[in-house]
T-cell receptor
Framework: NAGVTQTPKFQVLKTGQSMTLQCAQD?????MYWYRQDPGMGLRLIYY???????DKGEVPNGYNVSRLNKREFSLRLESAAPSQTSVYFC?????????????FGEGSWLTVV | GNSVTQMEGPVTLSEEAFLTINCTYT??????LFWYVQYPGEGLQLLLK?????DKGSNKGFEATYRKETTSFHLEKGSVQVSDSAVYFC?????????????FGKGTMLLVSP
């Protein structure tokens, strides 16, 4: 009953380092998302993938890249980490992008950039 | 664009008290509305949802009614428990800049004391 699995759960980076957050879902969902959560800001969409082979920018894409590796996996890459990217990152998925579809979230990845 | 406004917290209640967390929204078209809950150190879990006007979502004693005339989706529970202590997010899903994904409120922390 895994749902959405993301790794790593915790990571500390130095400014300028790069890293990739991995995400996989086992619900055969078509759409996948990356959000970041900051205190007092709620969750904001970074990138999403409506279906395998497509990716699009969300609300706050700057400083990030994504790859939809296959239907199950959607990774988020920070090429040159900055302190402003210290946040909690959530991967999510849904059957499709229709308004009524529920979006299911992973447990989060806590990233600190020093 | 779409937006969600929910009451600021923390909301502090004694066990068995009545809970209301207000949520109002701005959206074009006919969004779906959601409440998510986040327990400490965990990801977001769907609590309930409503996909059209006058629908009532309910789960675990919580309920919320989709009110199009007042653009609201207030969360209520008749008798809260200590285990309900968490952060609650109101969200809508509708078209926003050409894509359909979740727009979140900033979250309301609920603290329930014995």
């Amino acid at each position: 009953n895994a749902g959405v699995t993301q790794t790593p759960k915790f990571q500390v980076l130095k400014t300028g380092q790069s890293m990739t957050l991995q995400c996989a879902q086992d619900m055969n969902h078509n759409s996948m998302y990356w959000y970041r959560q900051d205190p007092g800001m709620g969750l904001r969409l970074i990138y999403y993938s409506a279906s395998e082979g497509t990716t699009d920018k969300g609300e706050v894409p700057n400083g990030y890249n994504v790859s939809r590796l296959n239907k199950r996996e959607f990774s988020l890459r920070l090429e040159s980490a900055a302190p402003s990217q210290t946040s909690v990152y959530f991967c999510a998925s849904s059957e499709a992008t229709r308004a009524g579809n529920t979006i299911y979230f992973g447990e989060g990845s806590w990233l600190t950039v020093v | 664009g779409n937006s969600v406004t929910q009451m600021e917290g923390p909301v502090t209640l004694s066990e068995e008290a009545f809970l209301t967390i207000n949520c109002t929204y701005t959206a074009t078209g006919y969004p779906s509305l959601f409440w998510y809950v986040q327990y400490p150190g965990e990801g977001l879990q769907l609590l309930l949802k409503a996909t059209k006007a006058d629908d009532k979502g309910s789960n675990k004693g919580f309920e919320a009614t989709y009110r199009k005339e007042t653009t609201s989706f207030h969360l209520e529970k008749g008798s809260v428990q200590v285990s309900d202590s968490a952060v609650y997010f109101c969200a809508l899903r509708g078209l926003n800049s050409g894509y359909s994904t979740l727009t979140f409120g900033k979250g309301t922390m609920l603290l329930v004391s014995p």
